[in-house]
């Protein structure tokens, strides 16, 4: 399956869509929120649904004949009864909550209704979030070109934990103002394959994504619906033949098979694992994919800004810092606070633009900087953070704990420095984050089965680890050390000046090409 690109949403598959391109900077007028629209008085009216519901939105489900058919409500009262029913779980309620606060906070402008309501276009296949309805409501077309709506599949699955992922990208659609004419921007879909939870992509991906994912690792960590806990506690292991992947034989490769890697979207980002360089050395799918982790290797600023995974982290770890409510919808109202920062750092000019993360963070301030300092180990800010944590690595792993408590104490003055610098001016959390250089290797090739053709290589060398520069043709590991060395120097300022300095060093450029 091919991915599509629709409105400011670039839309993958496997159960995740793709980035969400910033909307146009706009001033941040005092009404409502980051910039939302003034509501006009009165709206084209919407057909009543069928049933009164209790949900903070208002679900309209609707149909199409094929993929060129438009959307239609589903008018049929028993299948309307068992769509009800199979939204009636624990993450699709606390999806809802958290669109409600979305929209109050930065409702979508006219023909948009005036209260919350969310459509899913239920068809084979889907798990999509998009921006941008046309519909046939009665006999009369109704375009809602600002109103992000879901397609999904109808099945239980689908509309449990896919149902919420989507449901992130259509509250950042809102609190980003999307636009259904917006065009994706120069700095993102740089990664040769689609999206996935450990791989560095693109920074405007990884925050997109990173927001989504973080509802599920929250649905994993507080949720109490007793089928995702079994999952996510991995209770009740099967053994022997199955029939299903769902044996043990299969566990290790399990999450694999999902390409989205569920678990890890669970595991790895509640315990900021993506905060590292990868454990795996030689294949770029291993690279990317895998979410086996050096952890005495710190990611270089440019890939943690890059990693879906990473953002998640951060994210997740704001609202997990004060536990866990009695139900998941109880958690919607911290997330006010969140969802404000990202409608701001989304619509409002500021320092931090070229870095969405980092604008969501200085946005919600100390508690988001600490979390984000913490989780980078401080990559950002300070040249000497890698080596300062690799020593530490190395007395934890041989024992030394008198080496290890003195490494401990004096990262303590550090960390504050870092922090108090942070929150004094925020752009010191960029201060080692160079500019996005675009590059590809058409040598190496790069093929997922399920998704067709092979594709060249192509990263940002700014944010590409050991790992990934390896891969380039004629870059062994003393060639990328001096790289590595260069960039901690200073970033590569353009595809230009990285030519120039590569070639100072004697450092092979031949299978190069901008990206």
Known sequence: MAISVRASLVIAVVGAACAAPRAT???????TVAGAPPRAATTPPLA???????????????????????WRPIDDPA???????????????FALALYAVAWELAPPPAPAPGAPILFIGVEEGGNHAEVGLTMIEGDAPLALPQLPYLRLADDRDTLRGTLLHETGHAVHALLARARADAEPLADGAIAPIPHSTAAVTDRRTALAEGLAISLEAIAAHCGRDPDVR??????????GPTGDKAGEYF?????????AQTFARYQAVRDGAFGFEPALRGDYLRVQLDPARDLRTLRDPGSLVASEGFVASVLFQLIAADGCGDDLAALAPRYRALWQALATAETSAGPLDATPLLDVVAARGAPAIAAFLDLSHGATVDADAAAQWAALYDAALTVDVATRKRLMAESEPRRARW????IADPAVLARRLGPVVRVEVAAVRVRLVAFGDAQPLRFDVNAGGAAMLELVPGWDRAAVATILAERRRASFASYADLISRLRAHRVKVTALAPG
């Open 25 to 31: 900077a706009v001033a941040t007028p005092p009404a």
């Open 48 to 70: 009543a649904p069928a049933a009164a519901t209790s949900s903070p939105v208002e679900v309209r489900f609707l149909a199409r004949a094929d993929r060129a058919s438009p």
């Open 79 to 93: 299948r309307l009864a068992a769509l009800r029913a199979a939204i009636d779980n624990e993450p699709a309620r």
């Open 230 to 239: 079994r999952f996510y506690d991995h209770a009740s292991p099967r053994h």
């Open 251 to 259: 566990f290790a490769a399990r999450d694999l098979m999902t390409y």
């Open 419 to 422: 922090l108090a610098e942070a």
